[in-house]
């Protein structure tokens, strides 16, 4: 399984972006999916993540009612839309993958990971 992670970049506080993760696997629609982040200095940490058939959503309270996560099963695709952004968003941010249909809010959750796409929120 690959991930392949896109859509970040440098925008100003209140902007929007959509990140799009891309995986490669022969059954995704049966992955449990998520999103994490690791900002300068910080560790790793949970933003978002999904079900096998997105019926079941988990954000972090620090991106509750800003960030929305979705899934397109016929491409293979998860998606993070991320509305009114804060300086405090700036990361690089991981989409992750687990062959199981959970939405886990942990790191160890997942088996797989994505290279990482970088978001810079200017104030």
């Known amino acids: 399984v690959q991930l392949q992670a896109s859509g970040g970049g440098l925008v100003q506080a209140g902007d929007s972006l959509r990140l799009s993760c891309a995986v490669s696997g022969p059954t995704f629609s049966s992955y449990g999916m998520g999103w994490f982040r690791q900002g300068p200095g910080k560790e790793r940490e949970f933003v978002a993540s999904?079900?096998?058939?997105?019926?079941?959503?988990n954000y972090a309270d620090s991106v509750k009612g800003r960030f929305t996560m979705s899934r397109d099963n016929a491409k293979k695709t998860v998606y993070l839309q991320m509305n009114n952004l804060r300086p405090e968003d700036t990361a690089d941010y991981y989409c992750?993958?687990?062959?199981?249909?959970?939405?886990?809010?942990?790191?160890?959750?997942?088996?797989?990971w994505g290279q990482g796409t970088q978001v810079t929120v200017l104030q």
């Open positions: 992750a993958c687990r062959r199981f249909a959970g939405a886990s809010v942990t790191t160890q959750g997942y088996e797989y």
């Open positions: 999904i079900s096998a058939a997105g019926a079941t959503t």
